[in-house]
């Protein structure tokens, strides 16, 4: 594996760097026809940073390239775009995608396989520098391209606990971090979750616990910290979700809600820790320093915990990440190339953290650089620790909209809505999602 730079590049010496690279070529860049690359992201504050730190970086050290970046809106609006702009020959040449989408482009022969060029400069991207669940996410498992390698890691995002500390040590307890190994656990959720409740009356004014199981793929840890998991992961054609070790711990984010009464039924974004309002909560490690830092200041005391690991010690650590793909219709696939190969580098993602606070999806980058994640006196220590063993959401290998929609459809009916267990809740699914997984229409009537 290639060595990762000791040092860390402040945004003074990349401009250095930008200025005399830029004083070595400016003789040859007139001369020599200069590609125009398209690369095209979120346009937003995380985003845009690539294009303000990196693209100057890039075209200093390739001076027969250009990249012209092109931001658009966040949202639904962003894959709309991206579809029309494919459907019209007009796609991007770089571009920035995620979750169920990347696998469809890829599935639909829109990005181009990066097979070969991996396979030359493997050396060169230190592949086992890469976070192992971000980096086999883009890797296509099903359909005719099944084998592919259609993106390289390009940011990454992790869940952690969030808690006032001031309130923490009134109740006389250990704050979470500080708990010996493994012994922040589901139990002592409870525990911490009771004592840190308070109630006036009828009304709770303080709830001990929030977390986001409730939508997107911020449920899974409590799966994975059961034990179980939603698609086997030797087979993932095959629906392993209606096992006991899969739901208990969904079924117990219910009754912290609904049994206990510790923890919000309603939206979760309404209780937060700065709002004063819930004592822990788990959220994205991304706004620490835009919200929490920025909102909390110094009015009170909070640092950061691991997720709960579950009865059997089994953790539950969650990683979310954008990739980096080349369109199949590129006119420079090399170049294209060559600017992957660069913005998902050690370097490059060590320079978007120390200037913009994008979280790498590199093992060495986070480890070496994870005081600057987080704000000053924070306990940076617990996300170096997590990152190695933290996976992605699984996508499944067919009928993604729908699976998705079944499975959310469950977590509401239990979870949220408090309608039945969320056994119950994901058995009434399992039949159609099996269906769905072997390539069928979904139509399975569950007994």
């Known amino acids: 594996m290639a060595s990762a730079p000791s040092g860390k590049l402040g945004w003074p010496a ?16 007139a001369a020599q026809p200069r590609v125009v690359l398209r690369f095209t992201a979120l346009n937003n504050e995380v985003q845009t940073a690539w294009a303000r730190i990196l693209i100057p970086l890039f075209e200093a050290r390739n001076p027969d390239i250009r990249v012209e970046f092109q931001p ?9 775009y991206l579809t029309a702009r494919i459907a019209g020959g007009e796609a991007p040449d770089v571009f920035v995608a995620w979750g169920e989408d990347a696998i469809g482009y890829a599935e639909s022969g829109a990005l181009l396989d990066l097979t070969r060029w991996i396979d030359r400069d493997r050396e060169e991207l230190a592949i086992r520098d890469f976070l192992p669940s ?20 390009a940011k990454a995002n992790f869940l952690v606990q969030y808690y006032h500390a001031d309130w923490i040590h009134e109740a006389g307890l250990v704050p979470p971090d500080q708990l010996p190994r493994g012994q922040w656990n589901w139990a002592r959720v409870l525990e911490y979750a009771r004592k840190l409740t308070r109630v006036e009356g009828d009304r709770v004014t303080r709830y001990g ?12 840890p409590w799966v994975w910290s059961g034990g179980g998991d939603v698609f086997d992961p030797r087979d993932p054609t095959r629906f392993v979700m209606d096992s006991p070790l899969a739901t208990r711990g969904l079924q117990f984010v219910q009754d912290l809600r609904w049994v206990h009464r510790v923890a919000p039924n ?12 819930v004592a822990i909560e788990d959220w994205v490690v991304g706004p620490i320093k835009t919200f929490y830092e920025a909102n909390i200041r110094d009015s009170f005391a909070w640092d950061i915990a691991p997720l709960p690991v579950g009865p059997d010690g089994h953790h539950g650590d969650y990683a979310a990440t954008d990739v980096f793909v080349i369109s ?26 120390l200037n ?3 979280i790498p999806a590199r093992i060495s980058a986070i480890q070496r650089n994870a005081a600057s994640l987080v704000p000053r006196g924070k306990n940076h220590a617990v996300l170096a620790e997590l990152v190695p063993r933290a996976r992605e959401v699984p996508q499944p290998v067919r009928a993604r909209r729908e699976v998705n929609g079944l499975l959310g459809q469950a977590i509401q009916r239990s979870v949220v809505r408090n309608e039945v267990a969320v056994a119950v809740a994901v058995a009434e699914v399992a039949g159609q999602i099996r269906s769905l997984l072997q390539g069928g229409d979904g139509s399975v009537r569950v007994p």
């Open 14 to 29: 990349l401009v250095t760097i930008v200025a005399l690279t830029l004083l070595t070529v400016t003789g040859t860049t």
């Open 134 to 153: 971000i980096w086999e996410f883009a890797l296509l498992r099903t359909g005719p391209r099944a084998g592919i390698r259609f993106g390289l890691p």
């Open 209 to 220: 616990y929030n977390t986001m199981a409730t939508g997107g793929g911020y449920w899974h």
């Open 72 to 80: 658009n809106p966040g949202g639904t609006a962003y894959y709309q």
């Open 328 to 353: 199949a219709t590129t006119r420079y696939p090399e170049e294209a190339w060559r600017f992957v190969k660069f913005i998902s580098s050690y370097e490059a993602m060590t320079a978007s953290l």
């Open 266 to 277: 309603q939206e979760h974004s309404s209780y937060r820790l700065p709002r004063l309002n």
């Open 356 to 358: 913009a606070g994008i």
